[in-house]
């Protein structure tokens, strides 16, 4: 309800960044994000210590795209490894070993295979960062208190201020009434 | 609803239903609290063994391969059995993780970030013996398809550089995998640091994470996928060093049964080598209620399956050795039984087959003392197998006239004694500095955090 | 419940600007990694390291003098060239044919001469090298065709000898691989300024049919 | 960044290194650097550590390194014909004891590198044994004497010419009283004519003679036979049946190599039929594995052997032994060896063979024995057909008339009662070899003035007061005439690296004649030629090698058995059974002869024909004697004979006589760094009672064993069709049952596979049947390829080096077992499994079908030789060469650089156009890839294709046997593929599908049916 003064990184020239707010349980949260999500703010996120089931249809969000971004990734590692290796024993340096053809491709599969693997795995760890914006060392939220909890126990619901039709009193009377037992307004300092 | 709930969790993989909190603080607990004797006298320890791994390796750049005990029909030795057993035991992470995961086994949460730590550190013990095994170590970037003055280029039909590959492959992905495992609960770690420093170097590593559902929602989608891709890998990756052996001409060494056996082998070793090291771990770190017997017993099960599934390949190169009518394979194996070897096999055949059988009994699979005895015999047995397949077949070949026997000399020993300092190094500070359970994922099973649990209450 | 309390711990929050960091070092390894491709491709590699080795010799022998003005033929002094591997560096008496009356008072000329009494050979200092492991035979070149040039360059134009090709592996095999632009006629191996009259190349493969040249990639062919 | 900037200045500018230009190095080992391992470079650690600061982070990778500066010394005055990377032929000959071989020295730069028989010289053919392949290595023996001594005190050249010239003078006084000479055998003409003048100028002086291992039997036999001391040569090329009486005369020094050549030619059934081999001996020799039918018999009861063979013989009429025979029947028809059923069968076969046959007994048998078998070979009509007596052409010397035993005791007693005041050993080590009852070790240092004249620091050289270096053949001037009057020149090939003498020199400066060994040859000659067109015989001979190829034999008319005869022979035969205990003989060793070639790593560390021992030398003993004492393998034990003793380690040889052992001669020495404490001197239990005969022995068991490094543990063939060999009836009967003896499925790649069909494809033919496994091919390919030798321990390590090896199998029962040789080196494999899992391609496949190794691009997985089935892969465990006990410490020019390196004088013997390995690489053979290199490109430069007359591999040029075969498969004319279509041919592991270059042909033997029939029944 009442803004939090403790909170040492806020100066008067702060501006609102969002509303969060704290719930008891995943149920609780599950429940809030559903009403937040008929209230129609597309800029709000959920924040938990653990991924909680169905939270994502709660929210209305659409299904990942890392597996396309995988899929290109795989589908590289495999060419290039394909290509690498009859490149190099048919046209880079014509050896005959054990009186095998130049284009031996049998031969080819196991290493074909590991590089597909390896790019995948590039592309799931690196695509998961690009489509999270991580590294992210800096936000808003850190500048909360209480937030820290989210990484233990802590159950949070956050609307950002750049939602359409967002009035930082009115988000916080509905909060409340979904239930939130604390509810601060997160500020950005510039 | 709630019937369901009995269901999954008929035997709680938690013991005494801690909540989320008591939980964190648990798994916490190690790297928050006073460091204990124990752990700087076993730190000393394995840091002398690094030393000794570290002086070794200079006297063999200094001298050459000479001052290993290898001699001309056995051009392999210590260095490859070596090898092939730390890949060996590098399994039961990545099989945990990846594979448990997709049969979606709840119980590997509680020890699969223990059991991938492991892992990485033992393919990093493995990763030295290829590189120093040849004769000239400062060539070995040879091994890499790099261009060159000398226009020349690896030979990707040589079983050897599919290992480079596929080792190198392999501790990569399980690197990532382990670290995007890890990320929120550096997270948490960084949330409950008591000094500046801890929190900063944490949350660098954390990479800001904040639990986010639209994080969590491509994370999991990311973790699945990693572990769809690492359960083919892990198995590649044993049947790839297997066709070290298996491409070749050797008897002995050139059978079709070696990729499964070697992968069964591989898991039996790993799963072996997880149970010896958590039996310590729960004990000295107070991770008994995460790490339970229930987790164990399961291991053990598993180690029985697998040391049968070995079992069942040494009858079976008998049988084909004997089926196949070809008298330098018969001999082989013969050779192997009763030959100048014949200790080491027999000690192999005990460890690894006979030892295993004691967990028919649910009493030897819940008793802490036998498990952790089983276990250890489990590793001997297993490097045993990798020296049986490695020395016996070159020793006695083709040709009778060039056959002879091989011993290792100090400097093998030292070498392979030392790379056990390196593993429990990186294990010791492992335990101290990072959370020897996935928080995050153990939380994901605890009854409390099904989003319907509130509702039982309700009624 | 829990033991959690907010006042124990000392939270560091890092300042915004560090969200660019990773962008900063992605790009800084990029380049580095640019920059040591780069160092291997050039700095250490025989294009860099071997060209231009032109070391002082014992006596300032000008090729440019004998060969480019006076016009003495490569065998003159090299006079195995054709029929052996090595290319011999004459010997003191050879340079003493014409220099017991040419120039006889000059210091230089003067050590060749003790050289030549006493028969302590003139310590040259070799300028192109080969590993040990690498066998090349001037012979089998020079018969088909390849001329001096193709590897030492316009000698008769230079003053102290200087490498002007990198002599690497890559090297051999580019000609090895295809000799045509190489090969000219017999006649004019020597003749280190020499141009055809038609296309170089076109001649080049003429050449080859005619001198049967057939160069191998074997490893056996130069590493014994 | 800056750092690089002086990286590129530092190759720019060369004047800031003149300074520090090496000067210190010696101008030999910049001369003979071309393919040592490394080079002289003028990088100093200052401008090194620059490099190194630039190029840190390629430290690791040792790479970025330019190449040292290396200088180029063209000769001042280019020598007729020497140009350089070419190597020149020139022709010598070397006589070691009486046997004597024409040899060509391959000279490149000024040094010889390689020996190659003189295919002119009657007694080569172009062909050596393993003493004349490996006396290069000699040569350049570090260890040599370098300098004349005198009480210790170094002597110049001219100093030691002072002290012979003093000698003389002295005793010209006196006439030569209380002058001595001792000499070891010589075949030199010059030195001959030297020591005729040196007797007449002092007609008192004693000249002696003394040769551990010596013809002096076999002299002396024909000397009371035809009162001419006389050799025979066998002529085994017509010989359909052969009969040796404890004689190894395809395994001995002497004659081997013309032996080996003439029974050769009788071994394959394809070039003519096949001769048959009898074989009578207690130890297991070549002959004896060479053998159709082997009998183990003691050697002493060689002479009750030789009269069973005449009994029967004359059972059959042929031998007319006079009326003596009956009491001869009536003393000793029950003591009879070999069961006379089979000895009368022996006794037809040669009656068959009338004329067409040989019996020969061994050098240690003794005269009587060779009186009779003179006579055997008379009644059969052999002598003057395949058996030639030639007089030895020295044999006016008085001294050359006494066997050495006695001219020893004679030297001995003079000695005692102080007739001797100055001794002159001419070569020869006698105080390590005379016999042990002699006492001449302990006499020798009693004598006021002894002179050494050795080419090593042997045991009698640092007993002498005045030591003189000899030279090596190689360095001197001298001539040979060989037992059958075959005359040839020696003529240096390199000025001599040390002071001395010549042979020739030697005698000239002790007769103060100032005349150069050259002068002295050539006089000779000229004195026996002629002066009439002698400049240009002489230009001939020096080309050919060759003065004379006439060998004229001694005609001899029938001879009479004497009563003589017939009383000694009875009193020897009688004598043998009052025999007791174990039976000792001695024999020549095959790798240090006499002891020679104690010092030569070549030698000492080429297995053994027969126990594939190296390093060192070892009590022989059957199975059933081991037993019957618990020995088994390095067990030790003492011999005692008298109050002589031995200790010596066992080596349990499965054929050898039971109660009977042997031990090779010349080992346990203190000499050089590389033999001293090899092997055991069994010369400590050769007395001169029973010098060659066998004496009788106790043997004590002691607890102790020792360490003997044999090449091959195991000598069965576990019944594996590796060496194949069937009888000859076999053999007509299926040509092809070598290649059947194994049947596969039809063999498929899962690739297509490589053609090979067109240009050149090298292959190789080993005809098993020729192999008399003599190891002559082993040394060779390690002289032509710089093999380095790993030492003892590493052979225990199982780390031996040799490209070629020769594998020995047993085969049969192990109280007489048969042995096989198969000589394996790299097959060539055209599906080679070693290439496949090389994960940086250093070996692969030429066009021509060979099976590179390419040592520069090895990184050494060693992958190659696990996967190789026939384990011919070598590997470098560690740099051998700076291991090598003659290695110096080296200045270190950077971090990487050795810290040793081969002595500069050994590393002259490098072969210029072979790469010398470094540590850490795979090697193995590689069909002498140079050869063939230069081959190539000679014919190409005459635009000619390459024929048989342009390539000889190694082995191949030196084998005696002729059983090696090498060349163009695909070439029509090309002997290997003719002998390649042969029906004998097989393939070692078809089953393997390798299509290997090098293949087999089946050894045949001809054994004698009934015989077969006969032993088979006793066995049932």
């Given at each position: 309800m009442s803004i939090n003064l403790k909170n040492k990184d806020v100066n008067l020239k702060s501006e609102v960044f969002g509303v969060l707010a704290e719930f008891e349980s995943p149920s609780a949260l599950i429940k809030a994000a559903e009403k937040v999500r008929d209230q129609g703010y597309q800029y709000f996120d959920v924040f938990s210590p653990f991924p909680i089931h169905g939270m994502d249809d709660a929210m209305g969000l659409k299904p990942s795209k890392l597996p396309w971004i995988v899929f290109l990734g795989g589908a590289f590692g495999l060419s290039f490894g394909f290509g690498l290796q009859t490149w190099v024993s048919t046209t880079a340096y014509k050896l005959v070993i054990s009186g095998k053809p130049l284009f031996s491709y049998q031969a080819f599969i196991p290493v074909t295979f590991e590089l597909m693997v390896l790019f995948s795995a590039f592309a799931t760890v690196f695509g998961m960062f690009a489509l999270n914006r991580l590294p992210q060392h800096y936000h808003p939220l850190f500048t909360v208190d209480s937030f820290s909890k989210v990484t233990s126990h802590g159950f949070f619901l956050m609307i950002e201020s750049h939602s359409d039709n967002f009035e930082c009193s009115e988000v916080q009377r509905e909060l409340k009434s979904y239930g939130a037992h604390n509810i601060e307004i997160v500020k950005d300092c510039l | 609803m709630s019937v369901v709930d009995q269901e999954i969790n008929r035997v709680s993989l938690v013991k005494d239903n801690l909540d989320f909190q008591q939980l964190t603080d648990l798994v916490a607990k190690p790297s928050e609290t006073k460091t204990p004797k124990w752990w700087f006298i076993a730190l000393a320890v394995s840091l002398s063994g690094i030393l000794l791994l570290k002086s070794m390796l200079a006297y063999l750049f200094w001298e050459g391969v000479g001052i290993w005990g290898l001699n001309n029909p056995v051009g392999w030795g210590y260095a490859i059995v070596n090898f092939v057993f730390w890949v060996g035991i590098g399994h039961a992470g990545t099989l945990i993780s990846a594979i448990l995961f997709l049969f979606r086994q709840d119980w590997r949460t509680g020890i699969n970030r223990f059991a991938e730590a492991m892992t990485i550190f033992a393919v990093i013990c493995a990763l030295i013996f290829p590189g120093v095994h040849i004769g000239r170590q400062w060539l070995a970037y040879w091994l890499f398809p790099l261009p060159n003055s000398m226009a020349m280029w690896p030979n990707f039909r040589s079983p050897l550089l599919w290992d480079v590959f596929a080792v190198s492959t392999y501790f990569t992905v399980s690197l990532l995998f382990w670290y995007v495992g890890l990320i929120p609960d550096l997270a948490t770690f960084r949330d409950r640091a008591k000094t500046a420093l801890k929190s900063k170097i944490y949350g660098i590593f954390a990479l800001g994470w904040r639990g986010a559902n639209r994080h969590w929602q491509h994370y999991e989608k990311a973790y699945l996928l990693l572990a769809a891709l690492a359960t083919p890998l892990v198995l590649s990756v044993h049947s790839i060093v297997s066709f070290d052996f298996a491409v070749s001409q050797l008897p002995g060494w050139h059978t079709t049964i070696f990729p499964p056996y070697f992968v069964a082998g591989a898991v039996f070793s790993g799963f072996a080598m997880v149970v010896t090291l958590m039996v310590l771990t729960r004990e000295l770190f107070g991770m008994k209620q995460v790490m339970t017997l229930h987790h164990l017993e399961c291991m053990n099960k598993i180690i029985l399956v697998t040391g049968m599934m070995v079992g069942y390949a040494y009858g079976m190169e008998f049988f084909m050795a004997w089926y196949s009518v070809y008298e330098y394979e018969s001999f082989a194996f013969i050779n192997r039984a009763t030959g100048p070897y014949a200790w080491a096999y027999w000690i192999m055949v005990s460890c690894n087959v006979i030892s295993p059988q004691l967990f028919w009994f649910k009493k030897c699979r819940t008793s802490i003392p036998i498990m952790f005895v089983v276990s250890i015999f489990v590793n001997i047995g297993m490097w045993f197998e990798r020296f049986v397949i490695t020395v016996t077949s070159l020793h006695r070949d083709f040709l009778p006239s060039s056959w002879d026997y091989y011993s290792p000399t100090w400097v093998d020993v030292a070498t392979f004694v030392g790379s056990f300092g390196l593993f429990f190094t990186l294990f010791l500070l492992f335990l101290k500095f990072l959370p020897i359970v996935a928080i995050a994922e153990v939380k994901m099973i605890l009854p409390q955090a099904n989003p319907h649990h509130g509702d039982n209450h309700e009624h | 419940m829990g033991k959690y309390v907010e006042s124990e711990n000392q939270k560091y929050i890092f300042p915004r600007w560090v969200n660019k960091v990773p962008l900063m070092i992605l790009s800084f390894v990029f380049f580095t990694v640019l920059f040591v491709i780069y160092l291997f491709y050039y700095w250490f590699s025989p294009k860099h390291l071997e060209v231009g080795y032109e070391p002082e010799q014992p006596i300032p022998y000008s090729h440019r003098l004998h060969v480019g003005e006076l016009g003495l033929d490569c065998r003159y002094c090299h006079s195995q060239v054709e029929k052996q591997g090595h290319s011999n560096i004459p010997s003191s008496e050879v340079c003493m044919n014409c220099h017991s009356q040419i120039k006889t008072d000059s210091p230089h000329i003067k050590k060749i001469k003790n050289s030549?009494?006493?028969?302590?050979?003139?310590?040259?200092?070799?300028?192109?090298?080969?590993?040990?492991?690498?066998?090349?035979?001037?012979?089998r070149h020079v018969n088909s065709g390849v001329s001096c040039v193709s590897c030492h360059g316009r000698v008769d134009q230079m003053e102290v000898v200087r490498q002007v090709e990198p002599l690497s592996m890559a090297w051999c095999l580019e000609c090895h691989r295809n000799p045509a632009p190489h090969i000219r006629p017999k006649s004019q191996v020597t003749n280190l300024g020499w141009q055809s009259e038609i296309d170089p190349v076109e001649l080049g493969r003429l050449l080859v049919k005619e001198y049967g040249v057939n160069p191998r990639e074997d490893c056996s062919t130069c590493h014994r | 960044m800056s750092s690089l900037t002086q990286l590129k200045q530092y190759w720019r500018r060369f004047k800031s290194l003149k300074d520090d230009d090496v000067k210190s190095d010696s101008f030999l080992k910049k001369e003979f650097l071309k393919g040592a391992a490394f080079l002289d470079d003028a990088v100093s650690r200052r401008h090194f550590l620059k490099i190194m600061g630039a190029s840190a982070a390629l430290m690791g990778a040792g790479c970025a390194i330019r190449k040292p500066v290396q200088k180029i010394r063209p000769y001042a005055k280019n020598p007729e014909y020497a140009v350089p990377g070419d190597s020149l032929y020139y022709a010598t000959s070397l006589a070691i004891g009486e046997d004597v071989v024409g040899l060509l020295g391959n000279?490149?730069?000024?040094?010889?590198?390689?020996?190659?028989?003189?295919?002119?010289?009657?007694?080569?053919?172009?062909?050596?044994?393993?003493?004349?392949?490996?006396?290069?290595?000699?040569?350049?023996?570090?260890?040599?004497?370098?300098?004349?001594?005198?009480?210790?005190?170094?002597?110049?050249?001219?100093?030691?010419?002072?002290?012979?010239?003093?000698?003389?003078?002295?005793?010209?006084?006196?006439?030569?009283?209380?002058?001595?000479?001792?000499?070891?055998?010589?075949?030199?003409?010059?030195?001959?004519?030297?020591?005729?003048?040196?007797?007449?100028?002092?007609?008192?002086?004693?000249?002696?003679?003394?040769?551990?291992?010596?013809?002096?039997?076999?002299?002396?036999?024909?000397?009371?036979?035809?009162?001419?001391?006389?050799?025979?040569?066998?002529?085994?090329?017509?010989?359909?049946?052969?009969?040796?009486?404890?004689?190894?005369?395809?395994?001995?020094?002497?004659?081997?190599?013309?032996?080996?050549?003439?029974?050769?030619?009788?071994?394959?059934?394809?070039?003519?039929?096949?001769?048959?081999?009898?074989?009578?001996?207690?130890?297991y020799s070549a002959t004896g594995a060479r053998s159709d039918h082997r009998f183990r018999v003691w050697s002493s009861q060689i002479p009750l052997v030789l009269f069973q063979l005449i009994r029967s013989l004359n059972s059959y009429g042929v031998f007319d032994f006079g009326p003596k025979l009956s009491q001869f029947n009536l003393k000793f028809s029950k003591e009879d060896v070999v069961d006379p059923a089979l000895m009368n069968e022996i006794a037809l076969d040669l009656i068959n063979a009338k004329g067409k046959s040989v019996v020969t007994a061994g050098p240690l048998q003794p005269a009587i024995v060779h009186e009779f078998v003179y006579f055997i070979n008379q009644a059969l009509l052999n002598n003057n057909h395949t058996v030639h007596y030639y007089e030895d052409p020295f044999s006016n010397f008085l001294f050359n008339q006494q066997t050495s035993v006695k001219s020893m005791t004679q030297l001995v007693d003079n000695i005692k009662d102080h007739q001797v005041s100055t001794l002159i050993v001419l070569g020869g080590d006698p105080v390590f070899n005379a016999p042990a009852d002699s006492l001449f070790k302990e006499l020798y240092v009693e004598i006021d003035e002894t002179i050494c004249f050795s080419m090593m620091d042997t045991e009698t050289a640092r007993l002498s007061k005045l030591v003189i270096p000899r030279y090596h053949f190689l360095e001197s001037w001298g001539d040979t005439k060989s037992i059958s009057g075959i005359a040839s020149l020696v003529q240096p090939m390199i000025r001599p690296m040390h002071l001395g003498y010549s042979d020739v020199g030697f005698l000239g400066a002790l007769l103060d004649d100032s005349r150069s060994d050259y002068a002295h040859v050539r006089r000779t000659w000229r004195l026996k030629y002629g002066r009439n067109m002698f400049d240009q015989r002489w230009a001939r001979?020096?080309?050919?090698?060759?003065?004379?190829?006439?060998?004229?034999?001694?005609?001899?008319?029938?001879?009479?058995?004497?009563?003589?005869?017939?009383?000694?022979?009875?009193?020897?035969?009688?004598?043998?059974?009052?025999?007791?205990?174990?039976?000792?003989?001695?024999?020549?060793?095959?790798?240090?002869?006499?002891?020679?070639?104690?010092?030569?790593?070549?030698?000492?560390?080429?297995?053994?024909?027969?126990?594939?021992?190296?390093?060192?030398?070892?009590?022989?003993?059957?199975?059933?004697?081991?037993?019957?004492?618990?020995l088994k393998f390095q067990d030790m034990v003492k011999l005692v004979k008298g109050n002589l003793s031995l200790e010596l380690p066992v080596y349990v040889l499965p054929g050898h006589m039971d109660n009977s052992v042997s031990i090779a001669l010349g080992y346990g020495q203190n000499c050089g760094r590389v033999g001293s404490g090899t092997g055991f001197n069994a010369y400590q239990l050769r007395t001169r009672s029973d010098f060659d005969g066998a004496s009788m022995v106790s043997l004590v068991k002691l607890n102790r064993t020792y360490k003997l490094a044999s090449t091959q543990d195991h000598g069965s063939m576990e019944g594996r069709a590796l060496y194949r060999s069937g009888t000859i009836s076999q053999y007509e009967k299926q040509p092809t049952f070598a290649a059947d003896m194994v049947q596969t499925p039809p063999l498929k790649s899962l690739y297509d596979e490589v053609p090979y069909d067109t240009g050149y494809q090298w292959g190789m033919v080993v005809d098993l049947s020729r192999c008399d496994g003599c190891n002559a091919c082993i040394i060779s390919c390690q002289a032509e390829n710089n093999i380095p030798i790993v030492g003892k321990r590493e052979v225990l390590n199982g780390r031996e080096m040799s490209w070629m090896r020769i594998d020995r199998y047993f085969e049969g029962d192990e109280d007489n077992p048969d042995i096989v040789d198969q000589p394996v080196s790299c097959l060539h494999c055209e599906n080679a499994p070693c290439e496949q899992v090389c994960p940086v391609a250093a070996t692969v496949h030429d066009q021509e079908g060979i099976n590179n190794m390419v040592y520069n691009r090895c990184i050494g997985t060693r992958y190659c030789a696990d996967n190789c089935p026939v384990k011919v892969r070598r590997f470098n465990f560690f740099d051998y060469h700076q291991r090598n006990p003659q290695s110096q410490p080296k200045k270190r020019k950077h971090l990487f650089d050795y810290v040793r390196e081969p002595d500069p004088i050994v590393q002259r013997q490098f072969n210029p156009d072979v790469t010398v390995r470094m540590r850490g690489v795979m090697e193995k053979c590689t069909y002498c890839i140079q050869r063939i290199n230069r081959a190539k490109i000679n014919a190409k430069n005459q635009n000619r294709l390459v024929s048989d007359a342009d390539i000889q591999v190694a082995c191949q040029q030196t084998c005696s046997a002729d059983a090696i075969t090498f060349g163009n498969i695909l070439d029509p004319d090309s002997k290997v593929s003719k002998v390649r279509k042969r029906q004998r041919n097989y393939q070692l592991l078809e089953q393997l599908h390798l299509k290997a270059r090098t293949t087999y042909l089946a050894g045949i033997t001809n054994p004698n049916v009934k015989i077969v029939q006969l032993t088979d029944k006793r066995k049932l």
């Open positions: - | - | 030549y009494d006493s028969g302590v050979p003139i310590e040259w200092v070799k300028v192109h090298m080969l590993p040990d492991y690498a066998y090349f035979n001037h012979s | 000279v490149s730069e000024g040094r010889p590198t390689k020996l190659e028989g003189n295919p002119l010289h009657p007694l080569s053919n172009g062909s050596t044994g393993t003493f004349h392949q490996a006396n290069i290595l000699s040569l350049y023996d570090p260890d040599r004497l370098q300098y004349g001594r005198l009480n210790n005190n170094r002597l110049s050249q001219s100093q030691m010419t002072d002290a012979l010239n003093r000698v003389y003078r002295r005793y010209l006084s006196t006439e030569g009283r209380g002058l001595s000479f001792l000499l070891e055998s010589q075949m030199s003409p010059t030195v001959y004519s030297l020591l005729s003048k040196l007797q007449l100028r002092l007609p008192y002086a004693e000249f002696y003679r003394y040769d551990p291992i010596n013809m002096d039997n076999v002299k002396h036999g024909l000397f009371n036979v035809a009162g001419k001391f006389m050799l025979p040569q066998f002529n085994f090329e017509k010989a359909d049946v052969v009969v040796s009486f404890d004689h190894d005369f395809l395994g001995g020094l002497m004659n081997h190599v013309s032996n080996a050549a003439g029974f050769s030619k009788r071994r394959s059934p394809e070039d003519a039929n096949l001769n048959r081999l009898y074989a009578f001996e207690s130890n001979w020096l080309h050919d090698g060759v003065i004379s190829t006439v060998q004229k034999s001694v005609k001899l008319s029938a001879k009479r058995i004497t009563s003589k005869m017939v009383a000694q022979f009875s009193d020897l035969v009688s004598s043998l059974f009052t025999l007791k205990g174990i039976e000792l003989n001695f024999f020549e060793d095959s790798s240090v002869y006499d002891g020679r070639f104690i010092n030569n790593g070549w030698l000492q560390e080429m297995p053994d024909p027969i126990t594939k021992l190296t390093w060192d030398n070892a009590l022989l003993m059957s199975v059933k004697t081991a037993k019957k004492y618990h």
